[in-house]
């Protein structure tokens, strides 16, 4: 995802996105979506900053960070250039250039590039061609181009090397400490939260882990409950975050939200979608299964989140709305009050 939130916020520059699915962030959102997102690659960012309703962490001076030159901070999430200025030396706000379906081959210093006798692919016409870069990169599409940096976003993998030594900790298949239904590893006394945890108790419907920020912070939050309520010999029950899959982001100045089983996951072919789209305004698909909503997209300013995850944990039959269900001159919101 910051791969995908940096192309949108870097101005000045010039931008070769390479990527190797078909589409533009298809861990996240559907080529649909993705087609939406398209046409905002190349324009011009909005000026305005929309207020943040999400909950902000400072840190007070005290004699432990006084002692220590390193602070750390809350997970990445959508607010992480609220602060920064990234702008380079070009005129325009951005420009960005998408190849599909490639990958690194290799990358050449500029001795090797011109050792190699290769030409640089100049695309599109508007980018800068005919210039020394400090770093080259050969696609396995063949096409060469230079630039100034490269940021690889490459997923995520959990990083429990420097935990297994002497513990035996039970290890899931995608190499995650496996946890049960208190953040508890196998190991006493230990707990684990976020892209390093894998949870091994049986899901609810409508929820399915994935690494992001937003899930990482709930299992932090619902990882100290548990601590207070094992250590006072207190029952808790499985938090309400992990009921239906939720989360929240920008991209490209959209609102996103993604509800349940957003792409169908786990549903086989055993489904339908609804589409509603309206260039440069929203993006809306539901995934109903035996006339029950499974799960939903929205991007923009929808205002049917909430309507939409009463709907998934309710279950009810919507087949005989069906064919009116994302009609936008009916206010669900009323309708299923």
Known sequence: MFCFLLKYEVEGCEVIWAIKQKSISSTF?????????????????????AP?????????????????????GGALGPDWSAHLHMTGSMQTSH????????????????????SAGLSESCVPESFI???????????????????????????VTPNTDPFLAGNQFSIAEDGGLKVNDHMQTTVQDVYAAGDICTVSWEVSQHWFQMKL???????GVYSAMCMVADDQKEDIQLDFCFELFAHCTNFFNYKVILLG??????????????????????????????????????????????????????????????EHLLEPNIDLEDFFD
Not at 34 to 41: G, H, T
Not at 105 to 111: F, G, N, V
Not at 213 to 219: C, E, P
Not at 293 to 321: C, H, R, V, Y
């Open 129 to 155: 061609c005919d210039k020394s870069w400090p770093v080259y990169v050969r696609l396995t599409n063949d096409k060469v181009y230079g630039c100034d940096f490269i940021v690889s976003a490459t997923g």
């Open 29 to 49: 959102v559907d080529p649909g979506a993705a087609q939406f997102f398209l046409s905002s690659l190349n324009k011009d960012k909005s000026k305005e900053e």
């Open 52 to 72: 943040s309703k999400r909950l902000k962490y400072t840190l007070e001076d005290d004699k432990y960070l006084a002692s220590s030159t390193t602070k750390l």
């Open 261 to 322: 089983r957003f792409n169908a996951q786990g549903l086989g072919n055993d489904y339908e979608l609804l589409l509603r789209v309206t260039k440069d305004l929203e993006y809306i698909k539901v995934v109903l299964q035996n006339g029950r909503l499974q799960g939903a997209i929205l991007i923009g300013e929808t205002d049917l989140e909430e309507t939409f995850e009463n709907l998934i944990l309710n279950q009810i039959d919507l087949t005989p709305f069906k």
């Open 95 to 114: 420009q960005v250039h998408v190849e599909y379906l490639v990958e690194i081959q290799r990358l050449l210093s500029p001795e090797e590039f011109e």
């Open 213 to 219: 920020w937003s899930q990482a912070r709930q299992m």
